[in-house]
């Protein structure tokens, strides 16, 4: 019998912690990295949200929903 059963998407957001999405969706690191988040085997990536981490290396809000909205598209 054949599951009528939807796959939920995962929504990443900005208030995620860095470490987790990457570890769940490592496709994610080539766009954080293009977006200039190279922190991503960073230590504080295990306890820095998405956001913070952005905020951290001199990016704007508008770059975060950028990184976001590419993430989302690609996982």
Same mark, same amino acid.
């Given at each position: 019998?054949?599951?009528?059963?939807?796959?939920?998407?995962?929504?990443?957001?900005?208030?995620?912690?860095? $470490?987790?999405?990457?570890?769940?969706?490592?496709?994610?690191?080539?766009? /954080?990295?293009? =977006? &200039? !988040?190279?922190?991503? $085997?960073?230590?504080?990536?295990?306890?820095?949200?998405?956001?913070?981490? /952005?905020?951290? =290396? &001199? !990016?704007?809000?508008?770059?975060?929903?950028?990184?976001?909205?590419?993430?989302?598209?690609?996982?």
């Amino acid at each position: 019998m054949k599951s009528t059963r939807r796959k939920t998407k995962k929504t990443i957001t900005k208030n995620m912690i860095l $470490g987790e999405v990457t570890r769940l969706y490592p496709n994610s690191i080539e766009i /954080m990295l293009e =977006h &200039g !988040l190279h922190c991503v $085997g960073c230590f504080a990536s295990a306890f820095d949200t998405i956001e913070d981490a /952005m905020k951290i =290396h &001199g !990016l704007s809000k508008k770059d975060v929903d950028k990184m976001i909205k590419r993430i989302n598209k690609a996982i």
